[in-house]
């Protein structure tokens, strides 16, 4: 059986995503669904980033019209996107040495208890 054919970056990725993109597409035979997780993935990276660009010379928290603190919007995106990228990098399940992750939590008790 051949190797599968690895995919270039899509163009519309920062550096750094390609980069990453690159790295991993280098180190792992992909199949085609795999490299779709891999986009996904990519482009959460960015939005982080992206993100924490707003951030930079910002407060973590705004007052809103009523005095009230309130988190800056790109404290959530960034949140949100950090989430997504584990759970996708998680998905692609890419064999990352003897670490073992640990199984989702569903209603509050790990699945292999």
Not at 3 to 24: D, Q, T, V
Not at 49 to 70: F, I, K, N, W
């Amino acid at each position: 059986m051949s190797k599968p054919k690895r995919l270039e970056p899509p163009e519309h990725l920062s550096r750094r995503a390609r980069a990453f993109w690159r790295r991993i597409s280098d180190d792992y035979a992909l199949e085609s669904h795999q490299y779709e997780l891999l986009r996904h993935a990519c482009e959460a990276l960015d939005i982080v980033d992206r993100a924490r660009e707003e951030l930079e010379g910002s407060s973590l928290v705004l007052t809103d019209r009523y005095g009230q603190l309130r988190p800056h919007p790109a404290v959530n995106i960034a949140r949100d996107a950090r989430l997504g990228l584990a759970r996708l990098l998680r998905e692609l399940n890419l064999d990352i040495g003897a670490q073992e992750s640990r199984p989702p939590r569903i209603g509050g008790r790990n699945v292999e208890s």
